[in-house]
Structures are given as structure tokens and as C-alpha cells.
């Protein structure tokens, strides 16, 4: 721990960087993000629900195949709490054998966005039809009006939704046959961070249910703590989307009353809190990162502490690339994220060597 506080604030000391030259299209829609979410996150902690949704455009659920070959379907899965899934799935594998499934979470800090968002729902029908996969994109409660632990509960009740014998996917959506022995678990930035949690919930009790975790991809997962990290300082002011006071403000509202960062929820890692018990079943990991996302000292901690626990894990550097990079088809890293996560489901439990990569 003291080696790599010192690693760290020696970090802090360097040239402070400059952010990779990005298209005015990228720049335009990350100032409107940044914007939205500034303005509809109350000092109170609560969120102005009709503001944001100014900015966030809603993609319908479509039937019949888009120029991708993907159809989609939203499925209720417990009306009284409003918790429902988007499903992707491709339209031309009747004749292929059962295809995996990726149960996706998608970002936002735990209180923006939904599977209908139109960043989600092209990158989940990009996944779908790349990856080869049933992709099943959750609309998890949101805090702060449904804190911790409301979304790892979400996400714990889809999985017993699709291996349940009153549950599944209905065939009215017209997926394809699916094998629930390899189902992976995926999200973006808060939604990485649900899904370790789900796994680690998933596979911590004894499950009657068909569905196996094969693996979980984390692309840029929301983790935090107490201290300030290098990487965080030294991206204060340069990098776009997460900064301190946002990240703040995502703590606060979602973890419970009088939690600080160092809370179960936020840190994993093990360096200022107790280090996790990581269940005997948990799955092979592959953690995407940026050189560019504040976040990314975290994400390289927590990639470390699954290697301790023996766990599996491949990590992915993407060294320009900025924090949510995968939602903007213009940045070819965008492309490159779906190679890597499809070679990540293709070579399977059996195959991951736990080798880091970085992707130029």
C-alpha cells in the first residue's frame, strides 16, 4: 500500500497533460453531456429528472431488423419496482447454435441514462452484432431516488429472471436460442461497477440456476476511496466528463446516508478498507482503461486485486482515450473496445491467460 501511495504522488509531480486532439463533433457532444449533468445535479443531492432529459434521446425498441441486422425488444421484468430490460438479438441465427448472452448495465453514475438512452443503445446493438450475442441491456433503478443497493439487487433479479422457469426471454421478441452456461456480465463506468458486484453476489451463494457467469467485461468501471488518486489530480481540469465534484456528487447520492467513499460499494481495491473476499466462482475479468479517464489508478488496483485473489483478469489499456470514449462510433478506440470484448467472450473461461494489452 505505501509503495503505491508513493508510486502515485510521485505521479502527481509530472507535467500535468494534455488531453489527445479530439474531433469537434466528440467535443461537442462531451460539452453537452458535461453540461446536462451539471445542471440537472441539485447542490441536495437530488436529480431534475425533466432537465436532463432535454439531452437524452431516446431510442425505440424496434421489431423489425435495423441496417445491422439487429432487432430489439423491451421486456418487463418486475412492473411494481419499474425494473425492465432491453434485449438485442441477432436477426439472422435461427440456424446457429445457442448463442452467449451479455447482460449489460449501462453508465451514467448510477443515476443517469437508461437502456433506451441512444449512446446504450447503439453501443449494445454494436455488441450484439459484432460480438455474436443475445445482449440483454438492464433499466436498473436509478438514485438517488433508489440508492445502494437497489441496482446490484436489479441486477441480481434479471439473472434469476432469465434462468427461471416462469421468467426467460419471451418469444415474442424472437431471440434466438441462447446458452444461459455462458452468460457474461458487462458494463460502462457505474455500470462496471454493478456488474463486479452482481457477479460477486451471484456467485458468493449456491444457484440452482442455469445461468453461469463465464466472464465480466468492465469498460472503464466506477471505483473510488477516500484518497485522491494520481491519476485523479493530475486529470483535474484536463480530462473531460469525470472530475472530483461529479464524482462526489455520484458518491453521495448513491451510497447510503452517512457512507463516506471508503464504503463496500465504491472501494474494492483493498488499500484504505477491508480487502473484499472475492467468492471461489467468481468469473475470468476483462478491465478496459484509459489513459485519459481519471478513474483509471482504480481500475488498474482492481485488476490487481483479482489477481491476488487468483481471478483471472485481462486488462485492456486504451492509452488516448478519454472516460465514456466507447459511445463515439468517430474514435476508432470505439471500434476497436467491440473487437476486444468479442475476443474476450470467444476465447472463454478456458482460455483467459489473465496477459495485458495496450491498444494503440
Known amino acids: 500500500m505505501e509503495a503505491a501511495a508513493a508510486a502515485d504522488a510521485s505521479a502527481t509531480r509530472q507535467e500535468t497533460p494534455r488531453l489527445p ?8 457532444q462531451l460539452f453537452g453531456l458535461m453540461t446536462a449533468t451539471d445542471i440537472a445535479q441539485r447542490r441536495d443531492g437530488t436529480v431534475n429528472r425533466f432537465v436532463f432529459s432535454l439531452a437524452d434521446r431516446q431510442a425505440p425498441a424496434r421489431a423489425r431488423p435495423d441496417k445491422l441486422g439487429v432487432r430489439t425488444g423491451d ?3 418486475d412492473a411494481a419496482r419499474g425494473l425492465s430490460a432491453r434485449v438485442f438479438s441477432p436477426a439472422s441465427s435461427a440456424s446457429t447454435p445457442p448463442l452467449p448472452v451479455v447482460v ?7 443515476a443517469f441514462f437508461s437502456a433506451a438512452s441512444v449512446p446504450v443503445d447503439a453501443m449494445c446493438r454494436r455488441l450484439c452484432r459484432e460480438a455474436g450475442a443475445v445482449v440483454v441491456s ?10 445502494y443497493p437497489a441496482a446490484y439487487d436489479d441486477g441480481v433479479d434479471v439473472l434469476r ?9 419471451p418469444a415474442g421478441l424472437a431471440v434466438p436460442p441462447v446458452d444461459l452456461s ?3 456480465l458487462a458494463g460502462d463506468s ?18 440452482t440456476s442455469p445461468v453461469r457467469l463465464a466472464g465480466v467485461v468492465l469498460i472503464q468501471p466506477f471505483f473510488g476511496g477516500e484518497e485522491r488518486t494520481a491519476a485523479e489530480l493530475r486529470l483535474e481540469g484536463v480530462a473531460p466528463v469525470v472530475n472530483i465534484r461529479r464524482a462526489d456528487w455520484v458518491w453521495r447520492a448513491f451510497l447510503p446516508a452517512g457512507a463516506d467513499r471508503n464504503h463496500s460499494a465504491a472501494h474494492v481495491t483493498g488499500e484504505a478498507a477491508p480487502e473484499p473476499e472475492l467468492p471461489e466462482g467468481f468469473p475470468p475479468a476483462m478491465v478496459v482503461v484509459g489513459g485519459f479517464d481519471p478513474l483509471q489508478d482504480w481500475q488498474r488496483r482492481y485488476a490487481a486485486m483479482l489477481r491476488r485473489k487468483g481471478t483471472a483478469v485481462r486488462v485492456v489499456e486504451f492509452p488516448e482515450a478519454v472516460h465514456g ?4 462510433p468517430e474514435l476508432a478506440d470505439a471500434g476497436r473496445i467491440i473487437t476486444e470484448i468479442k475476443a474476450f467472450l470467444e476465447a472463454g473461461a478456458g482460455a483467459s491467460t489473465g496477459a495485458d494489452e495496450s491498444v494503440d
Open 161 to 169: 429472471f432469465l434462468g427461471g422457469d416462469a421468467g426467460g426471454l
Open 182 to 184: 455462458r452468460c457474461y
Open 190 to 207: 457505474a455500470g462496471g461497477n454493478i456488474a463486479h458486484h452482481v457477479a460477486h453476489r451471484w456467485t458468493a451463494t449456491t444457484q
Open 138 to 147: 438492464v433499466n436498473y433503478r436509478l438514485a438517488p431516488e433508489h440508492p
Open 21 to 28: 486532439a479530439l474531433p469537434w463533433t466528440v467535443r461537442l
Open 75 to 77: 421486456v418487463t421484468i
Open 104 to 110: 449489460y448495465f449501462h453508465g451514467g453514475g448510477f
Open 325 to 328: 470514449f466507447y459511445i463515439f
